[in-house]
Nanobody
Framework: VQLVESGGGLVQAGGSLRLSCAAS????????MGWFRQTPGEERDFVAA????????YYADSVKGRFTISRDSAKNMVFLQMNMLKPEDTAIYYC?????????????????WGQGTQVTVSS
């Protein structure tokens, strides 16, 4: 599976961005998809995840109510709509994919990763 993120950029605090992740491979529909973010010198942190069916979504407390994860399995795409952005949301955002299993918030549990896209929120 190959994952390619897009949609990052520079935005003012309070603004919005929509990240996209294009996935290759017919197995995409069976994968749980996640978004993580990382700042220099820090670990890669969980942001959001969505089940293979799209019926279940999960969010880090820091983004609940502001971010929304969704997927379009027909197009092999995953999205992260980010609203009310804050300077502390500044990071490189990564799309990730994993097979079945209950663990969804730990980066080591994901099998495939994109190259990342930079999101910068100015105050």
């Amino acid at each position: 599976v190959q994952l390619v993120e897009s949609g990052g950029g520079l935005v003012q605090a309070g603004g919005s961005l929509r990240l996209s992740c294009a996935a290759s491979g017919r197995a995409f529909r069976t994968y749980t998809m996640g978004w993580f973010r990382q700042t220099p010198g820090e670990e890669r942190d969980f942001v959001a995840a969505i089940s293979w069916s799209g019926g279940n979504t999960y969010y880090a407390d820091s983004v609940k109510g502001r971010f929304t994860i969704s997927r379009d399995s027909a197009k092999n795409m995953v999205f992260l709509q980010m609203n009310m952005l804050k300077p502390e949301d500044t990071a490189i955002y990564y799309c990730a994919a994993k097979g079945p299993g209950p663990r969804i918030i730990a980066a080591p549990d994901y099998d495939y990763w994109g190259q990342g896209t930079q999101v910068t929120v100015s105050s």
